[in-house]
């Protein structure tokens, strides 16, 4: 039983981190209804701007502040100078999906000219681990845990109680109806485009801090899981996304409390694939695509 609770508590952690990239990716998918095979690339992006800003002097959650700003602002010019283009035009899924690997391979090659292919590491660490109740958790696990908890707590009241979340679920369930009823469809895509930067790079520099290491696939390698996670709660469902990287990240974790670690994804992905043979559309799968 104390093994099956260590692996809770570090699910508990992956699940955090999961959930807001996973949430990030989820709200793209709402109002662009296509997959961003980028999105890995984006993380990656986060981390090392992070890094960056802590190399330069500057505390780590001010960098955290100023790289999600930034990568912010850079995943609404591709979308302005690439995925918007294509949009207007009507193109094929496969079309974007295309788009997204172009754009996945770029922004990966300009990382390795800026910053290389020498992994690196945040001067921050988590801490030593010590007894939360039955978990075993360091510091740093439990500020992700708290931090993601707070960040999703407040994307909630922006869908839920803002003019901008309104316009974002109505443009969600309809895009044409939305913009016959006057919403700036286009705005709200980009400012949707925005968030998902300032979302990535929480989980970004916990997955750095997690891991140990930063490098210029660390993100990509990150894509499938997440993907499993917003499939699995049900596409383009922010809420749905946050129910399916807890199932991801605890399955995850205390599968490789009992198993090689290897085998850990193998197993989670075998429980998304068997739970989606009975909820094929996802855990939430009620109507509105941001339930």
């Known amino acids: 039983m104390h093994t099956f609770f260590l692996g809770i508590g570090f699910g508990l952690v992956t699940s955090a981190i999961l959930a807001l990239a996973a949430v990030a990716v989820s709200l793209q998918l709402s109002v662009t ?4 095979f980028a999105y890995g690339d984006y993380l990656t992006l986060a981390a090392y701007l992070a ?23 850079i995943a609404v010019i591709i979308h302005i100078l690439v995925f918007r283009r294509f949009m207007r035009r009507s193109v094929r899924p496969v079309t974007l999906l295309i788009a997204g690997l172009g754009v996945s391979f770029i922004v990966q090659d300009a990382m390795v000219i800026i910053w290389g292919t020498e992994p690196q590491r945040f001067t921050t660490t988590l801490g030593s681990a010590r007894q ?30 803002t003019k901008f979340g309104k316009a974002l679920r109505a443009t969600s369930n309809n895009l044409d109806l939305a913009q016959a009823s006057g919403i700036n469809v286009e705005r709200v895509t980009s400012i949707t485009w925005f968030l998902v930067g300032v979302l990535t790079v929480a989980p970004a520099v916990a997955l750095v801090l997690e891991s140990g290491t930063l490098d210029p696939t ?3 390698d990150e894509l499938f899981v997440i993907f499993g996670a917003v499939i699995l709660g049900g596409v383009g469902r922010p809420y749905g996304a946050m129910l399916g990287a807890l199932v991801v990240g605890l399955s995850t974790e205390v599968a490789g409390m009992y198993l090689n670690a290897g085998y850990k994804s193998s197993i989670a992905f075998a429980l998304v694939i068997i739970l989606l043979m009975f909820r094929p559309s996802g855990l939430l799968s009620a109507a509105g695509k941001t339930s």
């Open 33 to 36: 209804n296509f997959i961003n």
């Open 51 to 73: 890094w960056s800003f802590t190399r330069a002097g500057i505390p780590l959650w001010l960098a955290i502040v100023f790289s999600g700003v930034l990568t912010g602002a």
């Open 132 to 161: 939360v109740g039955p978990f075993l958790l360091t510091p740093g696990d439990m500020i992700i845990i708290l931090t993601g908890a707070i960040l999703l707590l407040g994307l909630h009241m922006l869908l839920a109680y």
């Open 218 to 220: 660390t993100g990509f």
